[in-house]
């Protein structure tokens, strides 16, 4: 049992939830640190008396309430859940087979349901805690070849938005946090998996996209160190925001989506509100 706030972190053993997991403990907090292997997770992490690491796949929901289970057994509480594991299954939707589409959402959007499901019991009879979750620009705006990872996280994007108002009554907060291009290892071979070139059409496009991707790694923007920081310096406020714009690209991809949203609503304005029976 701890009197100090717990963090609990899915797909903690390498990335950003890694340096999420550092910047939590730096900042005297104890953690649940998760991953498929607990000991790989322990070892990227570093021993921290603090730390209770712990085996989770996302997708299996009995071992979401053992890991869950565990934490409460360890810390007697759970302040903050990062939604944060993660895979990419990129490629042309045609392409992709319908298990990796499939895949690409169970991981990316019923993997955080069931842990989420899992831990909102213990928030809620604390009477307090913040649901933070990893989506995307992608869950903005989608793009070419982010066909089944914009298609996941776009429902993570609804199923936050609509939880927050259920769970706000038990002094639950949710924040979504839209990270644009970051350092981490979501486009190394480990996370990304490329769909089967198959249909010539695609050929071409899927050659100079992999090429660029595959030449990006290692060279994004965004640094995952800050940005855990800036996380940890954000779930410790009363009110965190309800979206958080996650590199100067995220901001640009916001606002672009904002822009556009306002001229397509603008277009047929005349037509979309002459739909209504004529004696309402």
Known sequence: MTSRKVWFITGAGRGLGVEIAK????NGYAVV?????????????????????????????????????????????????????????????EELSPAQVRGQIETLLFGPMNVTRAALPVMRRQRAGLL???????????????SAYAAAKFGV?????????EVAPFGIRSMLVEPGFFRTELLTTESTTYADGSID?????TAETVAAWTGMNGKQGGDPIKLAEALVQLAGHDDPPARFAA????????????????????????????LGFANS
């Open 132 to 146: 933070l979750t990893i989506s995307s620009t992608a869950g903005i705006a989608g793009g070419a070849f982010c």
């Open 33 to 93: 640190a998760t991953g498929r292997d607990a000991g790989k997770v322990e070892a990227a992490i570093g021993a921290n008396p603090n730390l209770h690491c712990v085996r989770l796949e996302v997708t299996s929901e009995a071992e979401a309430r053992q890991a869950v289970a565990s934490a409460v057994d360890r810390f007697g509480r759970i302040d903050v859940l990062v939604n944060n594991a993660g895979n990419f299954f990129a490629g042309f939707f």
């Open 23 to 26: 910047a939590a403990l730096a």
């Open 201 to 205: 059409d695609y050929a071409k496009r």
């Open 157 to 165: 994007e609804g199923w936050i938005e609509s939880l927050a108002s």
């Open 247 to 274: 590199g100067v690209d995220a901001v640009q991809a916001f606002e672009t989506k904002a822009n556009t949203l306002r001229a397509q609503a603008d277009a047929y304005r005349e037509l979309s509100s002459s």
